[in-house]
């Protein structure tokens, strides 16, 4: 009895072809908030670290303290939170992404001193493969700092020099969703 059409399994082509409109479809519908989202939530995270630093209240005090002694952790961890929790409110409030973005990242980078300035508190013994709790608090601030660039190169981000010739040549500015 010869098989329909019907009774096969799709083939691998049609299944991949199938699953491309799929991802397509899916990318279209979260592309609109990808971006606000990682936005939002990396503000949330900087407001809720810098509040903790700025009360005191941070499990992560004494290693701040412990990377960078030659300053005074009474006034310097707060201050650090202070900046964190300005970071996380500009992110949220979505102005000048390009410029947060940078010092975000730059704030970030910051936190790789632990590896260099406090091995034995990164690194299990001595081994860097090995990372501590600390090692891979820090360690996770790669994601962190990728994002904070996926933000600031995002669709639409503008050099300050690009909108100024922009509008020292007469044009139009760019429709805000560009």
Do not use: Y
Request: aromatic letters at 6%.
């Amino acid at each position: 009895m010869p098989v329909s059409s019907q009774d096969r399994p799709p083939s691998a082509t049609r299944r991949s072809i199938s699953l491309s409109a799929v991802e397509r479809r899916v990318a279209a519908l979260v592309r609109p908030f990808s971006l606000p989202l990682l936005r939002v939530s990396l503000g949330v995270v900087f407001i809720w670290f810098g509040a903790l630093k700025v009360t005191n209240a941070t499990p992560v005090g004494d290693l701040v303290a412990g990377t960078m002694p030659w300053l005074d952790p009474t006034w310097f961890v707060p201050l650090l939170g202070g900046i964190e929790v300005v970071v996380g409110v500009a992110l949220i409030a979505g102005r000048r992404l390009t410029a947060v973005s940078c010092i975000l990242v730059a704030h970030l980078a910051g936190t790789f001193l632990v590896l260099l300035l406090q091995p034995q508190v990164a690194f299990q013994h001595g081994n860097p493969l090995l990372l501590t709790t600390e090692g891979e608090f820090v360690v996770k601030n790669l994601v962190l700092i990728s994002a904070g660039i996926v933000l600031a190169s995002r669709p639409g981000a503008r050099r300050p020099s690009e909108s100024h010739d922009r509008h020292a040549r007469g044009a139009a500015p760019p429709a805000r969703g560009a």
